[in-house]
């Protein structure tokens, strides 16, 4: 292929990029150059009425809370509304196999080099060679260049298995919670670690939605970002709430789980003050919900992701109502959520047979 | 401070650097600035006729085949001959807190801005923060400056726990077993990874013994190096042994294993081919020992390493016998090993009870 050709780039009919936003989305040019080729799915929140702006030559969808009630009817309840929790809703209406969501406050990242990073690329590199949660390889991704599983690994765990989602990280203003935020309010992420690696199976980790891929044929129907913000007691554990439940149902259904690579530049720090308030409740209900996410056991029956979702909801309902009754509004909502991404993707079996469920 | 005054080095009398060699010590002249403060136990294998040289100026104590034998009579029938495994025995005789454990191929790496990296330095800044097994933090270290626990850690965690191993990596020559290095002759590990983190509680590792540090009131009983070299049937997996052991004990005792920095440099590949005839039994059997340790349950009442290391091997005695019968020879030789631990460094309460067992 000559220089001068625009490669094709990676799978770009077959991914689809959600944004949640409540503004101009200014910062899609810094971008141009990585996203212009794939088709975006723009989760519009709050007021309906406001016009969103999405730089010219994007190829996009947009919704906005009109179009989400619309579509889902009674449905659109488990959809969080003055919450970026709404950008669950792009994961259900995509019909792509692989979702990349990032936040409209992360900005293009350079290397040490000072090349500038195609977050997108590396997260298909990731999600496109296998996981090793099985046992840890100390010179980390082993499927990388330059690198191998290391004496000692055994060789009947040297395919891995499918990864299923891809976590990147932040340069510059790191993800923190709002007391450390208010404790290190100059923090600032400088180290660019140049590595990817499996979370092990049978480790929980904090899953940020702000920088992340994912096989929506392998786990979408766990990508299921909770009830947050207006009505509800808690905000901004959205993506915590969906990286437990994935990571779980991941380990039980073989599926892997990278984080590292790519970084992006996350440009603003959110309001501390607000943030705690937000979190306050998710900070000490945390303590309860990882010892019940580390103690799932999902039985074997459960083959599918949606058979997984459906039988966590119940564990949820009886184990954490006990914690505060928001977790029986929850439990229901998981189930209407699998109801509805049902409903909009419907398997190949059901349409044969006619049914609409 | 002024800067013309060589600060004192960290922990001079508490640690003690383990080197098994069967050739004379020239290496050491490249970690002079950084060794030679520190105590030196130099545990030299083969022909214990052979003199072996070492720099001057270096503070050292040295140990052949006589010496072991003489110290530890009979119960020197666990102390491998012809294998860096003998290293262990160096462990056994240390008074101190900390070892850190090198081989003499390995030599001073430099970070990517060119700055000559203090391996030791940055081992014990290791074993001195703690780790945090039970929860991944997804910006590594959370102890390192500028990084801290992600928001969706939760509270209750962030004190971690007390670490008892700190696993360095290798720059140039990888770590790799003999199929690999046969397969892949040329590559060299040139990725610096900037991170330190902890091996998740569960997760098994493969753990090199070419750049180790540990702390050996915490867990030095578990650092068995096994049986291997002459007269037994393996080689080359003494490392990978007392990194199974000791992470399953760490994982039982609420004790933190890291791995990541320093980076040592590797200069010199071993034969693949003296490597192969070392490993392929191990190739095979490794196949059946991992699901044993990833499946090893120590009973509450082992409280204590040694207690938990005799379980362990009554364990190996039971269930891996039917591999091989080397593994009765082997567990027979954890026996002796922790006898001959015990008897070499006697607890305070033995001391004070005038029992030398």
Chains 1, 2 share one sequence.
């Not at 016009?51 to 009630?69: A, Q, S």
């Not at 298909?124 to 690994?153: H, M, W």
Request: aromatic share 12%; proline share 7%; glycine share 6%.
């Amino acid at each position: 292929m000559a220089e001068a050709v625009t490669p094709t780039p990676l799978l770009k009919d077959e991914l689809d990029i959600v944004i949640p936003t409540i503004r101009n989305l200014d910062f899609l040019e810094m971008w141009r150059p990585f996203f212009q080729q794939y088709h975006l799915i723009i989760v519009q929140d709050g007021d309906p009425a406001k016009t969103i702006k999405v730089p010219e030559g994007f190829d996009y969808e947009l919704y906005n809370r009109n179009d989400i009630n619309r579509i889902l009817g009674p449905k659109a309840s488990c959809i969080s509304f003055k919450d970026s929790a709404c950008r669950c809703f792009g994961y259900l209406v995509s019909k792509k196999k692989y979702v990349f969501t990032i936040d409209d406050d992360c900005f293009v990242a350079t290397e040490p080099s000072g090349k500038k990073i195609n977050a997108l690329e590396q997260h298909i590199k990731n999600l496109l060679c296998p996981s090793t949660p099985f046992f840890f390889n100390t010179l980390y991704d082993p499927y990388r260049g330059g690198a191998d599983f290391v004496r000692g690994y055994p060789f009947s765990l040297r395919e891995g298995v499918p990864t299923a989602v891809s976590h990147g990280l932040w340069l510059n203003i790191p993800d923190y919670d709002a007391p450390t935020q208010l404790v290190k309010p100059l923090e600032r992420n400088t180290r660019y670690v140049d590595a990817v690696m499996t979370i092990p199976k049978g480790t929980l980790f904090p899953m940020c939605g702000m920088n992340l891929a994912f096989n929506r044929e392998l786990i979408g129907p766990a990508m299921y970002f909770g009830l947050m913000g207006d009505g509800q007691p808690i905000g901004r554990y959205d993506d915590m709430w969906a990286g437990w439940c994935t990571k779980v149902i991941c380990d039980h259904l073989g599926l892997g789980v990278k984080t590292g690579l790519p970084y992006i530049y996350h440009s603003k720090a959110s309001n501390p003050f607000v943030n705690l308030k937000k979190e306050y409740k998710g900070i000490y209900w945390q303590e309860e919900l990882i010892p019940f996410f580390q103690s799932v056991a999902l039985p074997k029956d459960c083959n599918t992701v949606q058979k997984c979702y459906i039988e966590l909801s119940k564990q949820v309902r009886a184990k954490l109502s006990k914690v505060d009754d928001y977790f029986v509004k929850l439990a229901d909502a998981m189930v209407t959520w699998i109801e509805a991404w049902d409903e909009l993707n419907p398997s190949p079996a059901d349409l044969s047979n006619g049914s609409s469920k």
